[in-house]
């Protein structure tokens, strides 16, 4: 009994610093609880069975949706949160751009993962609000790229705000590519920030395609603001464990639905 009280105690202080902190890496949690890796790594395994947390390699981050619906995490963390999916994801979203398009590009870790795939196509206009983004696309100096300006968040690398808006509304592009915090099929699509919702909004409606990079984990899903309604979106690129319930109502819309 008194090794169990033990155990529960050792996790509930390993939840308590991944909650402040957003993640934690094993070496961390060994030396502030005075346990070995291999205790610490077993008590992150049976944390993520709860679904409370999501490991990564070397530690582990906070599941998103035991967040409060108005906090986001950083880049940095969600780049690691579901990596093969988009991989996938981000490889598929890359075969819908042409030569010669122009597109927007989202600031965000599906995007950002896209980057280096869509970095060699040729005669390209690319604009984002992601410095991030428009660094790794400034690798290949055959393409223009625009950096739209603003407000530069410290978690999400975005630019954002009323500046960004005004700036957005100068331009409209082919395609429009990106993502957000959470969806609700019958509603729309979520974001944490009301000012991120906001752009964002404005964002798709400068657009002639808008193509949705989302994993499965963004369904059935709410955060603070809704940012636009589902008859905004275009196109939805996700993974095959998003529930074929959800995929269908959403071909219903008249959705382009990939599932990779």
Not at 21 to 27: L, P, Q, W, Y
Not at 54 to 79: F, M, P
Not at 154 to 159: E, G, N, V
Not at 231 to 242: A, G, K, M
Request: with cysteine; hydrophobic share 35%.
């Amino acid at each position: 009994m008194a090794q169990r009280t033990h155990i529960e105690e050792r996790r509930r202080r390993i939840l308590e610093y991944i909650e402040k902190n957003g993640k934690a890496e094993i070496k961390i949690l060994s030396d502030i609880l005075g346990e070995t890796d291999i205790t610490v790594r077993r008590d992150l395994i049976e944390l993520e069975k709860s679904n409370q947390i999501i490991r990564t390699h070397g530690g582990a981050i906070l599941n998103e949706q035991k967040k409060s619906v108005w906090k986001t995490s950083s880049i940095l963390d969600r780049l690691e949160r579901n990596r093969d999916k988009k991989e996938s994801i981000a490889r598929f979203a890359s075969s819908l751009i042409n030569d010669g398009e122009s597109i927007f590009i989202d600031g965000g870790s599906t995007n950002q993962i896209m980057a280096p795939m869509i970095r060699d196509f040729r005669n390209m206009l690319f604009v984002t609000n992601s410095p991030d983004i428009a660094d790794i696309l400034l690798e290949n100096d055959g393409n223009r790229i625009i950096m739209i300006g603003g407000q530069l968040t410290r978690d999400t690398h975005l630019t954002i705000g009323p500046d960004s808006e005004e700036n957005i509304r100068h331009y409209y592009v082919d395609k429009c590519f990106t993502s957000v915090s959470g969806i609700d099929p019958d509603v729309g699509c979520y974001s944490a920030i009301p000012s991120e919702a906001s752009f964002k909004r404005t964002l798709v409606s400068h657009a002639r395609e808008t193509i949705l990079l989302a994993d499965s984990s963004k369904f059935n899903r709410k955060a603070f603001c809704l940012a636009f309604e589902m008859n905004n979106v275009t196109t939805l690129v996700t993974d095959s464990d998003t529930p074929k319930e959800i995929i269908d109502r959403l071909r219903n819309r008249r959705i382009n639905v990939y599932v990779v």
